[in-house]
């Protein structure tokens, strides 16, 4: 089970980070990654990290203001987020992907591939 916390208001041009802890069960061997949802629109991907945390992913709009970590001895990956921007306002998921082969440098990125999905926590940037 995923766990996301960390949510919530803050103006343009703030900080955040939103967190994801597993409980029952461990996901050193997935790609983690985070997606967010608007209203009305479909999830999109974030940002992704591969099992051994070589490879890293981001959306071009995130790109130098986002970053994604994991801490595995805590089971919890992490996005911090700078500068924020109010189209940045959304439900942001966790979410892991069992890779394909055992690679440990899949990232994953599309909705479809993803097994596990915390519940989302929401983050609003006010202008």
């Known amino acids: 089970q995923l766990q996301a916390s960390g949510g919530g208001l803050v103006q343009a041009g703030g900080s955040m980070r939103v967190s994801c802890a597993a409980s029952g069960r461990t996901y050193l061997t997935y790609g983690m990654a985070w997606l967010r949802q608007t209203p009305g629109k479909e999830r999109e991907f974030v940002a992704a990290m591969s099992s051994d945390g070589g490879s890293i992913r981001y959306t071009d709009s995130v790109q130098g203001r986002f970053t994604i970590s994991r801490d595995d001895a805590k089971n919890t990956i992490y996005l911090q987020m700078r500068n924020l921007k109010p189209e940045d306002t959304a439900v942001y998921f966790c979410?892991?992907?069992?890779?394909?082969?055992?690679?440990?440098?899949?990232?994953?990125?599309?909705?479809?591939?993803?097994?596990?999905w915390g519940q989302g926590t929401q983050v609003t940037v006010s202008s």
């Open positions: 979410a892991a992907a069992r890779p394909p082969f055992g690679s440990r440098r899949y990232v994953p990125t599309t909705p479809g591939a993803f097994e596990s």
